[in-house]
């Protein structure tokens, strides 16, 4: 049992708790297990750590709604309420819709390359993804990990990158491993930041629930019940790729995604995500989801850069 204050600053009291309480009549009796008591302009929560969270998370949301439009509603706090629980969408939904953000907008696979993914990820537990940059092969996984974190179908997300120098010297840069490659996984914190509350998110790192970490963090572990994404494989060499598919545990997902255009091994070391599609595209309960030009959700010239180097490749 915690108990946190939340102090609502310039903002009319009567417009962010609405006439006779209301909104926060909605927040107690969606919550039931927690007292919610506002005082002036404090609200007082008290229960259990995980929900106490999630009330904050709603709070700050409705906090940030007000600022943005200049009212709050019964219907947005029952809305940012909604959006805090378990998404209620079946796996192969006709909208597309994978979860909703946390501005509220439907986060769904735009193409059908970006469908045949989320239907293949459904149907298989191992999937590797191709395609160029910006066909969203790595964003459509980060959201099907958090929906699956969020209906509680998994216990964590651990998404992991190869550290590959790229051109630059990463033994130059300040800090230990993980901190020397974190710039690299900026495109998986800002995907995750969609996605996830900032508070929960926080929540969520703190605790290891969600883990960003690099491939070399990964040798010796067994990973259950989680569901696990390996981004810009195409940089993991043959023994790198096979430790990692090795690190599957029971009840757990796997995507792997990867551009076979931009390897930026050394010339003379074979990519391991090559290996991996030639030697494993035959196994039953592999998926295999090729992205092409078309997928990119870009700016519209992005697909054109990339069928232009393809034609002079």
């Known amino acids: 049992m915690i108990e946190k204050i939340i102090t609502i600053e310039d903002i009319p009291l009567l417009d962010f708790f609405g006439a006779e309480n209301r909104n926060i009549q909605s927040l107690t009796q969606a919550f039931p297990k927690s007292r919610i008591i506002s005082r002036g302009n404090e609200i007082l929560l008290k229960g259990e750590e995980p929900e106490i969270l999630l009330i904050s998370t709603v709070i700050q949301s409705l906090q940030e709604h007000y600022h943005q439009y200049g009212r709050v509603t019964e219907e947005n706090v029952k809305g940012y309420i909604a959006q805090e629980r378990p998404e209620d969408l079946p796996e192969g939904n006709p909208d597309g ?39 969203g092969k790595t964003f459509i996984s980060v959201a099907l990990a958090v929906r699956a974190l969020k209906n509680k179908m998994v216990k964590r997300i651990i998404i992991t990158r ?14 230990d491993l993980k901190e020397k490659i974190d710039p690299y996984l900026r495109p998986i914190y800002d995907a995750l930041n969609d996605m996830v509350p900032h508070e929960k998110l926080k929540f969520y790192m703190e605790r290891d629930i969600i883990e960003i970490a690099p491939l070399a963090y990964m040798r010796g572990r067994t990973l259950n019940n989680a569901f696990i994404l390996l981004d810009e494989a195409q940089n993991t060499t043959p023994m790198q790729m096979k430790m990692f598919l090795t690190r599957m545990g029971p009840e757990s997902k796997m995507i792997v995604t ?39 959700v870009r700016h519209r010239l992005v697909r054109d850069i990339i069928d232009a180097y393809g034609s002079n490749g």
Request: hydrophobic share 40%.
């Open 97 to 135: 819709i994978i979860l909703y953000g946390t501005k509220g907008a439907p986060i769904k696979a735009k193409t059908v390359n970006q469908q045949k993914l989320v239907q293949s990820v459904s149907e298989n537990d191992l999937v590797f993804a191709l395609g160029p940059a910006g066909t």
């Open 162 to 175: 190869p550290a590959v120098e790229a051109g630059e010297n990463l033994g130059f840069l300040p800090g």
């Open 258 to 296: 990867g551009d076979t255009s931009q390897i930026d091994l050394p010339s003379k070391q074979s990519s391991g995500l090559k290996e991996a599609v030639r030697i494993l595209n035959k196994v039953k309960g592999i998926g295999f989801v090729e992205l092409i030009a078309r997928d990119v």
